[in-house]
């Protein structure tokens, strides 16, 4: 009997909840509406997303980077995320609306935790994938970051972070593997933040862009992001001390501009991009040199294993695919069952 009362006093008070958040929302709506009636608002201007909070956005205008305009959202609107562009009218109160979203070029998209896909940021150009000589730059794992970033249409870019710890014995296969992704038509940089080395190559290639950073944890990413934006030092240290309580998957995205032009769009669940779950047809079409030879093959449904007539297969007799990369979608493939 106590269980039940208790089960009813708790369905009451989720409706009373949810009835005040339906009500707030509601008065929010319709606060916006008399203000764009009452034309309180100033004109209509482009803006971009720099980090949202719940129903509230910060709001940046791209003639004065830097500068940050807290906005409501109308609720017509779907969600935005972190580098979104928008349409915006200013308010008298400093408190603007965002009243249109502008088409997003590109979007990173995660399951959330009751498993629907939602995007997390919009509009970047470049994944930056970090790897290292320490941990070990391991030829599965930035295949696979390389599926995701294919499957999102976004083109990544391979950078080898602390090249002052090659030595005579790691020199050799990461300059081979390095090269391996150069022929596959990436773009590859090395630098060492420890050192300063490679920093200007960095800046010239992010410049005019906007990128993520991502990668396995103790590559660098936090050391990058410190020389690359040397004021923003403290947000990054937040950052890593959210993921340590496990808490990067709610933590909104921020985005941040480098001194020298571009934008970074950083956030601890962000820098796991690549290690989300990712769908087996979005594999093949990964692996850029294996990505046409399907259509090649005998069997419309082959499974490139040991068919007869596989393109695949063949071009591996033929030297035309490494054995590494083929072996590389092989296990990510055969991975995803885990997943
Ligand atoms: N030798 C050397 N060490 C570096 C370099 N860059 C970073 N490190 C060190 O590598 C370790 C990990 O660096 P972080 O910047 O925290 O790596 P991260 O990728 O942000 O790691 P997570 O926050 O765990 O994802 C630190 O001890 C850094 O001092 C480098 O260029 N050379
Ligand atoms: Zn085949």
Wanted: net charge neutral; with cysteine; aromatic share 6%.
């Amino acid at each position: 009997m106590a269980k039940r009362k208790l089960n009813r006093r708790q369905a009451w008070r989720i409706q009373k909840i949810q009835g005040e958040r339906a009500e707030r929302a509601k008065r929010r709506e319709s606060k916006i509406q008399d203000q764009l009636n009452t034309s309180e608002l100033g004109p209509e201007e482009e803006g971009v997303v720099i980090a949202h909070y719940g129903i509230q956005l910060d709001i940046e205008r791209p003639s004065e980077p830097g500068s940050l305009y807290r906005c409501h959202l109308r609720a017509n609107l779907p969600a935005l995320v972190t580098g979104d562009r928008i349409i915006w009218r200013p308010g008298k109160d400093d408190i603007g609306v965002v009243v249109a979203q502008l088409p997003r070029t590109s979007e990173l998209c995660r399951p959330d935790n009751h498993g629907r896909i939602k995007p997390v940021a919009a509009n970047i150009d470049y994944i930056v994938l970090v790897v290292a000589p320490v941990p070990r730059a391991h030829p599965n794992l930035i295949d696979r970051y390389l599926v995701a970033a294919e499957a999102v249409d976004i083109e990544p870019v391979l950078l080898l972070n602390k090249t002052d710890l090659l030595n005579d014995e790691n020199r050799q296969h990461l300059d081979a593997l390095m090269q391996v992704y150069r022929d596959l038509g990436y773009k590859v940089l090395t630098a060492s933040t420890k050192l300063e080395h490679g920093l200007d190559d960095i800046k010239a290639l992010l410049k005019d862009h906007t990128s993520v950073f991502v990668g396995q944890s103790g590559v660098g990413k936090s050391s990058l992001v410190n020389v690359l934006l040397p004021d923003v030092d403290a947000k990054v240290g937040d950052l890593s001390e959210q993921t340590g309580k496990g808490t990067h998957t709610t933590t909104s995205a921020k985005l941040f501009h480098f001194p020298e032009g571009g934008s970074l769009i950083d956030s601890p669940g962000i820098r796991e991009f690549g290690l989300w779950h990712m769908d087996p047809e979005d594999v093949i079409n990964g692996f850029r040199e294996l990505r046409n030879l399907p259509g090649y093959c005998r069997f419309r449904d082959c499974r490139h294993e040991q068919e007869p007539g596989c393109a695949l297969l063949e071009a591996l007799k033929k030297g035309e695919i490494l054995p590494a990369r083929m072996n590389s979608y092989r296990h990510i493939l055969s991975s995803l069952d885990e997943d």
